[in-house]
């Protein structure tokens, strides 16, 4: 049974750092592309960074850009999403999710490519 199960989240200041992890089991992230994902009270589920099966090409939308890191490591079967700089705009549900495209050095944040989704992690940034 494929299942992602992301963790890391938690409360933290404004100017403040999270590492969230996604692990995946039942099968190999080598050959998927790996999307973050978020969804605020009351907004759309919207796509954060991605990074690609080959190559390791990532993605950021804009307003991460510059403070979050996405990376994996295949030898753990875990894709990790550094934030750093965590504004109070970017509390939500933090989402991980998986789409086969082996031997593919490009990634996209659009939330219909991906098949697998883990249950969330909440990110609280609050003074």
């Known amino acids: 049974q494929l299942q992602l199960v992301e963790s890391g989240g938690g409360l933290v200041q404004p100017g403040g750092s999270l590492r969230l992890s996604c692990a995946a089991s039942?099968?190999?992230?080598?050959?998927?592309?790996i999307g973050w994902f978020r969804q605020a009270p009351g907004k759309e589920r919207e796509g954060v960074a991605c990074?690609?099966?080959?190559?390791?090409?990532?993605y950021y939308t804009d307003s991460v850009k510059g403070r979050f890191t996405i990376s994996r490591d295949n030898a753990k079967n875990t894709v990790y999403l550094q934030m750093n700089m965590l504004k109070p705009g970017d509390t939500a549900v933090y989402y991980c999710?998986?789409?086969?495209?082996?031997?593919?050095?490009?990634?996209?944040?659009?939330?219909?490519?991906?098949?697998?989704w883990g249950q969330g992690t909440q990110v609280t940034v609050s003074s």
């Open positions: 990074i690609s099966s080959t190559d390791d090409i990532t």
């Open positions: 039942g099968f190999t992230l080598d050959h998927y592309s």
């Open positions: 999710a998986a789409n086969y495209s082996p031997i593919q050095a490009m990634c996209f944040i659009t939330r219909t490519r991906y098949d697998w």
